[in-house]
């Protein structure tokens, strides 16, 4: 059970985007899970929680990872490149999917108790003395660091850095509407597969709304790239790659890049890695 003893720790505050849905329950509205939440509990991602009828997060400023990265390796190929942007990411996921990359940052809960706390204004200061040209939120999904992202990138903004997300992309229409608002340049997208695979792999998830967000994102004006990374015995049949190509034209067109690449085992994966005959 959480409850209010966990205020007093830097990294927990008062969450965006919910709402009261009566008897304390609260709903997240956050990404499109848009858990309910009952007094004490917390929502499928385990990084925002009800305190006494209200919505925290539990991961503002906490950082499990930081380093300058190429933005080539997100990969952005078609954004700022030859560029140099400050990762960083926090715990845990709003996704499930068993061959996740980097499940030992993703498949971890938050611990308020013992979280080393990092202020946005550092991170700033880190992409400036690093001569980073921007900031990206990777490694993990970045909307669960939705309001730490809002306060980094305005900073980053005044400084001339763009700010990017590399995503599931399964964040609701408000969220990413104050992530443009907030000084969000660039959109990452994963595609996972097709219909079935969000159902069978992912834990049962609308991929409706994922290229949703790509086409709004687009018609923001922030710069959008796709991935699809081919898994064995998963999405690397050519029904699913045309289905998924397919869905990339109509909902973004074709001057929007999509980028395949190679699946290797991980987590609780084992099938062999992508063929490279198949990419």
């Known amino acids: 059970m959480y409850n209010e003893s966990l205020l007093k720790y830097s990294t927990v505050r008062k969450a965006l985007l919910y709402e009261s849905k009566g008897d304390g329950i609260v709903q997240c509205n956050l990404c499109e899970r848009r858990c309910n939440i009952p007094p004490g509990g917390c929502g499928f991602c385990r990084t925002r929680v009800n305190i006494n009828g209200e919505l925290?997060?539990?991961?503002?400023?906490?950082?499990?990872?930081i380093e300058s990265r190429p933005i080539e390796i997100k990969p952005f190929f078609h954004f700022w490149p030859g560029s140099t942007a400050l990762t960083f990411s926090t715990w845990s996921?709003?996704?499930?999917?068993?061959?996740?990359?980097?499940?030992?940052?993703?498949?971890?809960?938050?611990?308020?108790?013992?979280?080393l706390y990092i202020p946005p204004e550092k991170v700033v200061k880190k992409a400036l003395l690093n001569r980073d040209e921007g900031l990206c939120v990777s490694f993990t999904e970045p909307t669960l660091l939705f309001e730490f992202s809002i306060d980094a990138f305005k900073i980053a903004s005044k400084f001339s850095l763009y700010n990017t997300y590399v995503s599931n992309g399964y964040m609701?229409?408000?969220?990413?509407?104050?992530?443009?608002?907030?000084?969000?340049?660039?959109?990452k997208i994963d595609i996972k597969g097709d219909e079935d695979v969000y159902r069978r792999?992912?834990?049962?998830?609308?991929?409706?709304?994922?290229?949703?967000?790509?086409?709004?994102?687009k018609r923001m004006g922030i710069h959008v790239e796709l991935v699809n990374?081919?898994?064995?015995?998963?999405?690397?049949?050519?029904?699913?790659?045309?289905?998924v190509i397919e869905r990339h034209l109509k909902e973004v067109g074709p001057d929007t890049p999509v980028h395949f690449t190679r699946y290797y085992p991980a987590y609780r994966f084992y099938n062999p890695p992508t063929k490279i005959e198949k990419l």
């Open 56 to 65: 925290y997060t539990l991961v503002y400023g906490d950082l499990n990872a």
């Open 93 to 115: 996921c709003n996704f499930n999917c068993p061959w996740c990359q980097n499940w030992h940052l993703s498949k971890q809960s938050p611990e308020p108790r013992t979280s």
């Open 172 to 187: 609701t229409l408000e969220a990413l509407r104050i992530l443009r608002d907030s000084g969000l340049n660039g959109l």
């Open 201 to 217: 792999y992912c834990g049962g998830l609308n991929v409706d709304f994922v290229w949703r967000n790509a086409r709004e994102a």
């Open 229 to 243: 990374l081919i898994i064995t015995g998963v999405n690397d049949d050519e029904e699913c790659i045309r289905w």
